[in-house]
């Protein structure tokens, strides 16, 4: 098996295993996966593949991440999640780096990160990508490896958490990013919804109580194992303290 880079990636750690590794680097456009009809432009579709086009990976950095989800008008991941779907292979979105140190290093806070988690919860459901999250480039590239070596021995665009040791429960992991709520309380939240409905039923309750406080307690309510403490940390984090940040 040979592993293809784009040729225009600049990551100075992929390009460095690239060339110890002896990788190919191409152009990676939708052309390279299928025949495009006429009239159909080429566009850019993945970071990583390899000779025998078995699937596509998408390298973010946590930043570059974070900038491709959030802001008006910002929809760059989207599009290139479509873009690799439109291939009909299966793909996956690896993302690398320490959320913590962006956070230092940038002076965002969790608003903005939540809000390119909720981003990409949505892309991996509509797309049916595989999304893990790594620590840094030679553990993404560890992954991506991987995936691409077993992707095809699943259904064409399942998940393979399974199969990636490294990988981490993501759902659970965007729970536990809320101040206070550790993998127990995420793992009963997830009992009873999925991360989708939570979140629309907290938007929900926020819109009928009127209050944090009100959706809060409402939330709590309607989940066994999920204190009102616990529920109000979290719809304090999505709508602010007020319920109107």
């Known amino acids: 098996m040979t592993y293809i880079l784009d040729s225009r990636e600049s990551n100075p750690i992929f390009r460095q295993m690239a060339d110890e590794e002896g990788w190919q680097t191409a152009r990676l456009t939708l ?119 077993k992707c095809r021995e699943l259904p064409r665009r399942m998940p393979v958490y399974n199969l990636l040791k490294s990988a981490k429960d993501t759902t659970k992991a965007v729970l536990c990013g809320f101040e206070g709520i550790g993998e127990k309380t995420a793992a009963a939240i997830l009992k009873t919804w999925t991360l989708r409905e939570f979140f629309t039923s907290i938007f929900d309750a926020a819109d009928l109580t009127g209050s944090v406080e009100g959706a809060a307690e409402s939330i709590a309510g309607a989940t066994p194992g999920l204190g009102k403490a616990s529920a109000l940390r979290i719809v304090k984090a999505l709508l602010g303290p007020t319920g109107g940040d």
């Not at 608003?111 to 990409?120: F, N």
Request: net charge negative.
């Open 31 to 149: 052309s390279r996966y299928a025949i495009l009809p006429d009239g159909v432009p080429d566009l850019d579709a993945g970071d990583f593949t390899n000779s025998e086009m078995d699937g596509i990976v998408e390298f973010k950095a946590f930043g570059d991440f974070v900038g491709s989800t959030t802001g008006a008008g910002v929809h760059h991941l989207h599009e290139q999640a479509a873009k690799c779907y439109s291939t009909g292979l299966p793909f996956a979105i690896v993302i690398y780096g320490s959320r913590w140190l962006f956070k230092k290093e940038s002076g965002t806070g969790d608003s903005l990160v939540l809000q390119g988690l909720l981003k990409l919860t949505s892309i991996a459901s509509n797309y049916k990508a595989t999304v893990v999250f790594c620590d840094n480039e030679e553990e993404a590239i560890k992954v991506a490896k991987t995936f691409i070596s």
